[in-house]
């Protein structure tokens, strides 16, 4: 183990420069709270470092309930153009949300106040961008032509909020804003979905579920470039990788099972199986149970929702065994997987126990 002492020496030799050694221990630093007692290969996954952080939250909430009640307020009861003062307001809670992301995330780099910063400041640009372009009559007409680009433009705002701050969590909601933009950009072009299943059925009328099979794919993409760039998940990157892959697997899982359950015939049912069992071994070889369990946890929900009393409390028992079961020997299976794949990059996965 290498000590303050061993890189103090280090910058006195000569061998790194002072601002490496910051960032060096800067990122020593980053890695204790939820990775430092992970065992070898275990994924890190951390939502808060302790209750000061929930404290934060909860009152970040509550002043955020309350800016939304005195604007809400001042707009009924006073003669002022409604549209103009939600772009005024929304202005302004922007300037104040990253203020404060430069308090709680940069300087006290906290994890659950940084999660609700991010999802306080894209609702926060969906509503100003929708009060300055969206046309609230056509949208109630099913005219959905106005609604893209103020999804759009809340996205970019995202994206601009993760590239200074890095908030992992953020690339996830940037990548569901993109979806909708997608999806609202279809309905203009192609009308509107007849039903929420018109979104992941592939024999539906309508690109919806083919734009959600395409962007799934994406996603899991851009996660794996993530991931490959940091193999032992020691930096930020691994993390940006977990939540693109909370993202990809429901949106790839979802579409691909509810299309082959909607078929309903045997040959079908054996192909999800062969679908699942793909996707399980996909996510051993990659070394993310995140994207497991995600897609585990969409497949009982359509086995609650399409099968019903017909198969689903099987289904569901079964998907319970072979998760305890991989839970279990995760690290046994992936080694042997992996030696049964030397083709594979094994340099640039994590490695196995």
Not at 56 to 70: E, F, Y
Not at 158 to 166: I, N, P
Not at 271 to 286: D, E, H, N, R, S
Not at 324 to 338: P, S, T, V
């Amino acid at each position: 183990m290498i000590g303050d002492d061993d890189i103090r020496a280090a910058v006195a030799a000569g061998i790194v420069t002072e601002a490496q050694a910051a960032n060096l221990c800067s990122l020593a630093d980053s890695r204790r709270g939820a990775r430092e007692n992970l065992t070898p290969g275990d994924e890190p996954f951390e939502l808060f470092r302790g209750f000061n952080e929930i404290f934060i939250v909860v009152g970040l909430l509550i002043l955020s309930s309350g800016w939304v009640a005195v604007n809400a307020a001042i707009a009924t009861d006073q003669i002022v153009d409604v549209r103009a003062h939600a772009m005024s307001m929304a202005g302004i809670a922007a300037v104040v949300l990253w203020l404060l992301g430069a308090y709680f995330i940069r300087r006290r780099r906290m994890v659950a106040p940084a999660i609700a910063l991010t999802l306080l400041f894209f609702a926060n640009a969906v509503s100003g961008f929708t009060a300055a372009l969206s046309q609230p009559f056509m949208v109630a007409q099913d005219e959905y032509s106005s609604l893209p680009w103020p999804f759009l433009l809340s996205t970019l705002a995202l994206w601009a909020f993760w590239w200074w701050f890095r908030v992992p969590f953020a690339l996830a909601i940037i990548a569901m804003g993109l979806f909708t933009v997608a999806i609202l950009l279809a309905a203009t072009a192609a009308g509107s979905p007849d039903s929420l299943d018109a979104l992941f059925l592939l024999s539906a009328g309508g690109p919806f579920a083919w734009i959600t099979l395409a962007l799934g794919f994406a996603v899991f993409v851009v996660a794996m470039r993530f991931d490959m760039s940091d193999p032992h998940r020691v930096t930020r990157r691994a993390a940006n990788g977990f939540w693109l892959h909370l993202v990809a697997a429901p949106a790839l899982v979802n579409t691909l099972a509810l299309s082959l359950l909607d078929a309903g015939t045997a040959l079908s049912h054996a192909t999800l199986v062969l679908v699942l069992t793909v996707i399980a071994l996909v996510a051993i070889v990659i070394d993310r149970r995140s994207f497991l369990m995600a897609a585990v946890g969409y497949s009982v929900a359509l086995a609650l929702t399409v099968l019903g009393g017909d198969g689903a409390p099987v289904t569901i028992l079964s998907l319970g065994v072979v998760l305890l079961m991989l839970g279990a020997f995760w690290e046994r299976i992936r080694a042997r997987l992996l030696r049964l794949l030397p083709f594979l990059p094994l340099d640039r996965l994590p490695p196995s126990g």
